[in-house]
C-alpha cells in the first residue's frame, strides 16, 4: 500500500510501475500517516531540491501476484530536513510480509520522529528483534537523511549495495558492513553519503542482481544478469527523466529474461541542478 502520499506532489511515482504493494512510508508518530495538509510545506521544499522515482515488480514465479516483502522507507520529518530513508527485503510473502512490514513501521517510526538525532543502534536493534520472532531474515539499509544538507548516515545489513552515479560514471556506495537483521545481532557500523548536484542514487532489491535465464547453461552463476548490464543501463540512460530511467532499468531485465524469480524493486533519487536564477 502506497500511504501518506500528496498525489500533487508525488505524481511521478504513482506513474511508476505497479506501486500497488510497495509501502512508502510518510510516517509521524504513532504510525500514521501524515495528512497532506501536514505533508505539503516539507514535500514541496524536499522536491524542488530532489526528484524521486519507484518502480516496482512482482516475481512471476514461483509465488506471482500475491503481496511482496519488499519496502522503501522514505520519511521526511517535521524538523529542520532530518528525516530517514531505507529499503528492505522481507524474505516472506503474503499475509506474513504485510503483517511484519506493520510491525516495523510501529516499531522504527517513533525513533525517528521522535529524537533530533536518532541512534540508529536503536533502529537496527528494533529491526531485529522483529525479524528474528518471525524466524525470518531481513537484508535492508535504514539511515538518517538530512535532506537539506544531502548528507545520509546509514546502516546495510546484507543488503546489495545502492548505485551512484555521478558526473556519467557508475559505482557502488553504501555497501553492506553486518550480517542479515534476524541473524546475527551486532554493534552496526554507520557510514556517511555526501550526495552532490546531479547525483542519482538507486536503490535496488537483490530481485535486480540476481535476474536469471530460466533455461540455459546449467551452471545458476552464469544464467544471471551481470552487473555490468545494469551498470550500462544506468549510464546510457543518464539524460532521461529519472521515472523513465527507472523503467530503461527493467528493459534491461526483461531483455536477458521476462520471467522474475524474485520481486524487483527500484527506488531513486536525484539531486537536482540548481536553476542558473537559484545560484
Known sequence: MVRGLDESRFVAMRRSVNLSHIPVLFKTKRSKAIP??????NAAEFLEKYDIALGARHATIPHGKIDTGDYVWLHLGRGKGEGS?????ITAHGSKAAGLRRRIVKAIAPLYEGAKNPQLQKVYDKLHVLVERENDILPAIHGRFNWRKGLIKYFNAAHPPVLLLRGGEVREVMPSAQAFLGAIREKVELKELKLEEGDRLFFMTDGIFEHVKQNGDSDYESRILPKEGIIDAIK???GKPLNAHVQEIFKTLDAWEKQRN???TIFALEVKRK?????
Open 262 to 264: 524474485d520481486d524487483q
Open 36 to 41: 497532506k495538509n501536514e505533508l505539503g510545506k
Open 236 to 238: 546510457k540512460h543518464s
Open 85 to 89: 530513508i531505507g529499503i528492505g527485503d
Open 275 to 279: 536553476s542558473a536564477g537559484n545560484r
